[in-house]
């Protein structure tokens, strides 16, 4: 199949979305399906160029604009001549189906494009009002959810199928008033590369003394780990102010990983209330890196209260770590109480309150790592992928259906 892939946020950008396509796009070339991605344009001009992480992938960049300071690294792409440029790119690669993932201006002419052409369109939803709104006023948050989810559902309902990742984000459309066919197909996790290979004791041979020296971490403390953008929306706060009081009655410590826009104002915070080396902050790191803190650590925090489902927590799963995750949206779908982890309110006091609960469960850690192993299983891309393929082959076949009987 020929597959178009449209995101208005994509690789080099890192967030949930951008990071689940670029794993579409690799998942899809590596099934032996011809792929292009169509973004913005990482500066105010058109760009093609192959996909870094899969070279056989020409992304076709459009040009756009940044809208610091309101957010780090979104960026608009103007209307202004977006459609024919969108219309040459059809017509070039010719697609079989289109994929979008967000309802913003580069997929909305996707939308449009594929429905010109009669080319069926998919889109996956990553998207809920409460990761936009810390960026406005507090004040607006109620008149601009009505805007966001009315922009959002006047292009998913027109949509061939809505691909929700979880059952709760299926929740969330329908009860915005989705009316669209959808259907649960997971964003999806590559299982070979977080498969916990590299047990912690084995780093003492393959680097780990250089990790924990590299990113300031203490050895022999038990360790707590968040990884994610460090926005408002991703509540980094509650993380820290949960280990500023639970490291009152324990020795801990936590480990955060990530950039983002309000990373300053979390380091002043851990500042203020933690003592020294409670709360460390990696920064970005490589992936190679990464996947070492992941084997490193004793317990992950997903502390985002409004996950569609939660990519951290699956890698973290994969790992094979025990899970503490907010009782929001998604994540509890991901933990079963007692069995993987704990779910906690999204407050300071009850995630504090767990954190030492996990503390008097160590000895249960290891058996809660293979549950969270098990339990992701069925997340596995080729078996994500495998729905992915099908769903695009009854809606192409529909529409060849549909064009042999006018």
Not at 229 to 250: E, G
Not at 294 to 307: F, P, S, T
């Amino acid at each position: 199949m020929r597959v178009l892939i449209a995101n208005d946020s994509y690789l080099p950008q890192l967030n949930g979305a951008a990071v689940a396509s670029h794993r579409l796009v690799q998942g899809l070339t590596g099934r032996g399906h011809q792929v292009c991605v169509v973004a913005p344009g990482t500066s105010f001009r058109d760009e093609e160029h192959p996909d870094p992480g899969c070279p056989e992938v020409t992304v076709h960049r459009i040009k756009s604009f940044p809208v610091r300071p309101f957010h780090p690294e979104l960026r608009i792409t103007a209307w202004a001549g977006t459609a024919a440029k969108l219309d040459r790119i059809f017509r070039r690669f010719q697609p079989d189906i289109v994929h979008i993932q967000n309802q913003f201006i580069v997929c909305n002419g996707c939308l449009k494009q594929g429905r010109k052409l009669g080319i069926p369109v998919v889109g996956t939803n990553h998207f809920m009002p409460e990761n936009i709104l810390p960026y406005f006023p507090r004040p607006l948050w109620p008149i601009m959810s009505a805007i966001l989810w009315k922009q959002c559902l006047g292009v998913y309902d027109r949509l061939d199928c809505v691909l929700a990742p979880s059952n709760s984000c299926l929740d969330v459309l329908k009860t915005a008033g989705l009316t669209a066919p959808a259907r649960v197909i997971s964003n999806g996790i590559d299982l070979r590369r977080f498969s916990r290979s590299l047990a912690p004791e084995s780093f003492l041979d393959s680097g780990a003394d250089s990790i924990l020296e590299k990113y300031g971490i203490r050895r022999d403390v038990p360790t707590f780990l968040a990884v994610g953008r460090l926005d408002r929306d991703k509540k980094v706060d509650l993380v820290i102010r949960a280990t500023a009081n639970a490291v009152v009655s324990a020795d801990l410590q936590t480990v955060i990983v990530g950039k983002g826009r309000d990373e300053a104002e979390f380091l002043e915070l851990a500042r203020k209330l933690c003592p020294d080396g409670a709360c460390v902050f990696t920064g970005f790191v490589p992936d190679d890196d990464l996947d070492c803190l992941y084997a490193l650590a004793d317990v992950y925090i997903g502390a985002g209260a409004a996950e569609l489902q939660g990519l951290a927590v699956m890698e973290a799963m994969a790992t094979g770590l025990p899970i503490l995750a907010a009782n929001s949206v998604a994540l509890p779908e991901l933990v079963e109480e007692g069995v993987n982890g704990f779910l906690f309110e999204p407050n300071v006091d009850d995630l504090a309150a767990k954190m030492l609960l996990m503390l008097d469960f160590r000895h249960c850690w290891e058996h809660m790592g293979l549950e969270s192993k098990d339990a992701i299983q069925r997340h596995d891309m080729p078996n994500v992928l495998a729905h992915i393929e099908q769903l695009y082959e009854e809606l192409i076949r529909a529409h060849w259906d549909q064009a042999r009987s006018r």
